[in-house]
């Protein structure tokens, strides 16, 4: 039988990895992200994220950051305990508000074609995230 409080150390160290990647490419790359077309014969960059969105990269990244001090924590411990999966599920919740704030907030897209994608992306992901807190919770209370 699988202990549920051992933590899995490659899925652990491949999320602090892919965190860091993002925490990277939105802070120092999150305006050069988009297409290139080439318009009077030269090529011009067509950023895909609006100011809404780039408004909320200092917020995603303390949360990131918080998730990697938390996944790091979990590295050195091997398992889970009461006390991280209560700062996983903080996490969370934090996570789940900033998604609603930016859904709210709107301006997410550099173009407006792209402003509901933006939209569709964002809250499948709100959605996703509100299921893994339930299954959090769950966790909690089974204990």
Known sequence: MED????????TIADIAFTLAA????????DRIGYFNQVDGRWTIFPIFG????????????????EILLKTYLLTQGR?????????????????MLLAFMLAAGNLAAQANLEPLF???????????TVDAIVQVYRLVKR
């Open 4 to 11: 549920p409080d051992r933590i899995s150390t490659g899925k």
């Open 23 to 30: 925490i990277v490419i939105f802070n120092g790359f999150g």
């Open 51 to 66: 100011p809404g969105f780039m408004a909320f990269v200092p917020w995603l990244t303390a949360l990131w950051v918080a």
């Open 80 to 96: 889970w305990h009461t006390i991280t999966r209560l700062v996983e599920l903080l996490l969370s919740v934090v996570g789940i």
């Open 119 to 129: 939209r569709l992306v964002i809250g499948i992901v709100l959605a996703v995230a």
